[in-house]
């Protein structure tokens, strides 16, 4: 099991103040390794800090390159190496592509395509200098297929899945592995109005082989496999955790 040990690394998660990310940060807490909470809103950030024991916090918008750029060399200078880089932070919004408002989707494609591209050229220079990574991103089941009304969405995350290719193109001979993980359905706040919807609940309980949705805690499993060392030869791989949708027609 020391494959699976993360003791003595420490790991930055974005959009960790809850859901998906707050579930990373404690799966990999667990794992022994010291965490970093992003987010944009600080007391929201310091009360999902204190669920996990020794977390700290790191303030700042994944859209805003030059804050980003300013808080990771400062952490680095002053605290230590960032070893672990989780992609999470995210945003989501539904409408009938014909009226999909065009800000909203500026907005996905900051948020979700050009925050993830921000945070990591910020990080790995500081990574490909001491020849040791991981970054994973969190892409999606619609990195593969779409639905309707989230057309845009799916644009981002299939993004993110290639964008994960191109990192560990170039960055894999220099020591780092760059993965994802690509959730289906989980119960979070991003899908509350699907999760309280019968007829898409219904749909998900037949589409889905293991006939549930997925609880955010289940995702820890995959993010410690590919921040650890029993990972060490996969690289651009986008690892779906998704109860069998994307297998099952």
């Known amino acids: 099991m020391d494959l699976f040990d993360l003791t003595g690394r420490r790991a930055l998660i974005t959009g960790a103040s809850r859901g998906i990310g707050h579930a990373l940060a404690k799966g990999l807490a667990a794992a022994g390794a010291e965490v970093v909470l992003n987010g944009r809103n600080e007391?929201?950030?310091?009360?999902a800090a204190a669920a996990i024991p020794g977390a700290r916090?790191?303030?700042?918008d994944v859209a805003d390159r030059a804050a980003v750029s300013a808080a990771v060399t400062l952490f680095e200078e002053e605290v230590g190496a960032i070893d672990i880089l989780v992609n999470?932070?995210?945003v989501q919004h539904r409408a009938p592509l014909e009226a999909f408002p065009p800000e909203e989707f500026a907005r996905l494609m900051e948020i979700n395509v050009t925050g993830v591209f921000n945070v990591s050229q910020c990080v790995a220079p500081h990574m490909l200098a001491r020849g040791r990574g991981?970054?994973?991103?969190?892409?999606s089941v619609n990195s593969m297929l779409a639905r309707p009304t989230i057309a845009p969405y799916?644009?981002?995350k299939g993004a993110v899945a290639n964008l994960t290719k191109g990192m560990a193109t170039d960055w894999g001979r220099?020591?780092?592995n760059c993965?994802?993980?690509a959730p289906g359905y989980f119960e979070t706040e991003l899908n509350r109005a699907l999760r309280d919807d019968p007829e898409f609940h219904g749909w998900l309980q037949g589409r889905v082989p293991q006939g549930r949705w997925g609880q955010v805690d289940e995702l820890a499993g995959a993010c410690i496999f590919l921040a650890s060392d029993a990972a060490s030869y996969v690289n651009g791989l986008t690892l779906y955790v998704d109860g069998g949708l994307t297998a099952s027609v």
């Open 43 to 47: 007391a929201a950030l310091e009360e």
């Open 57 to 60: 916090t790191l303030a700042f």
């Open 88 to 90: 999470n932070a995210g």
């Open 134 to 139: 991981r970054i994973i991103n969190v892409a």
């Open 154 to 156: 799916t644009a981002t």
């Open 174 to 176: 220099r020591g780092l």
């Open 179 to 181: 993965n994802a993980i």
